[in-house]
């Protein structure tokens, strides 16, 4: 779906699915394009991605209708303004906490390119734009997505504030620093935390928003979370999939061969991008 079908459905409260890319390869955009994606996500916080690799991705995938939704590493408008200058089509803002963290973020995604005083003043209220000024900013960034990542217990205390935030599409998520916040790293089977992400999520979806998951260990404990009322599901990346693949057919290969199995096979690290 191109980035317009993709607010269209997301915003509808309905679900769309994508995946991580953590790689700048030409070879990925052609594999990806038929396996039933909607869209990709591209992580900047955790994966060492420059701008022009960046942008390059971002072009690439939303020229085959894979529309990219890019995690930038801190809550700078001015980055989040380069990132949808290189062909980002939503922002997930990182670690969010309080709404204000947001509002500038709101500036960069759907007021763009406003800046300065008249910005400041738009974002408190204190301005409002002209009529030809506001169908020009609509115009331009209705298709933006601004997502915030749920990560801790002060975000899920004021997620209600958060979610109050009409320009705010929606929440990702983040399950490794979820875990670590709740006391259990790691730990994604304890009843604690799916009680946070099904709170977080059905939260969420009452306030209008969409909510999901970026998720990586195991695609049946991804499907269980996501019962909980998910519709941004974004499941495992590239690395992780590749992995678990290979391991998985080589195993079946020496089994068929006969040939041992039980040898432990070493998992290389993966960036953590949950």
Avoid at 129 to 148: F, G
Avoid at 196 to 208: L, S, Y
Wanted: glycine letters at 6%; one cysteine or more.
């Amino acid at each position: 779906m191109d980035a317009a079908l993709l607010s269209q459905t997301l915003r509808a409260g309905q679900r769309a699915y994508g995946t991580a890319v953590l790689t700048a390869s030409p070879f990925w955009p052609p594999y990806l394009q038929n396996t039933g994606l909607d869209f990709v996500f591209i992580d900047t916080e955790h994966v060492p991605l420059d701008r022009d690799n960046l942008s390059w991705m971002c072009r690439a995938y939303d020229s085959i209708s894979l529309p990219p939704i890019v995690r930038i590493p801190d809550h700078d408008p001015h980055r989040a303004c380069q990132t949808l200058d290189g062909g980002a089509r939503g922002i997930v803002a990182p670690y969010i906490e309080h709404p204000d963290q947001l509002r500038p973020l709101i500036g960069a995604t759907r007021h763009r390119p406003i800046k300065g005083q008249r910005l400041e003043a738009i974002l408190r209220g204190d301005d409002s734009p002209e009529p030809k000024l506001k169908d020009y900013l609509h115009s331009r960034n209705h298709t933006n997505l601004l997502i915030a990542n749920i990560e801790s217990r002060p975000a899920m205390k004021n997620l209600d504030a958060i979610l109050e935030l009409d320009a705010l599409d929606g929440v990702l998520i983040g399950p490794h620093d979820l875990s670590c916040s709740l006391g259990h790293p790691e730990d994604y089977d304890h009843p604690d935390f799916d009680q946070a992400v099904q709170t977080i999520i059905q939260t969420a979806r009452a306030a209008g928003k969409c909510a999901g998951l970026h998720f990586v260990h195991g695609l049946e404990r991804h499907l269980q979370l996501c019962r909980h009322g998910a519709n941004l599901i974004i499941h495992s990346d590239c690395i992780h999939l590749i992995s678990q693949t290979l391991r998985t057919d080589l195993q079946h290969l020496r089994q068929g061969l006969g040939d041992s199995t039980a040898a432990k096979v070493e998992v290389a690290a993966t960036p953590t991008v949950v």
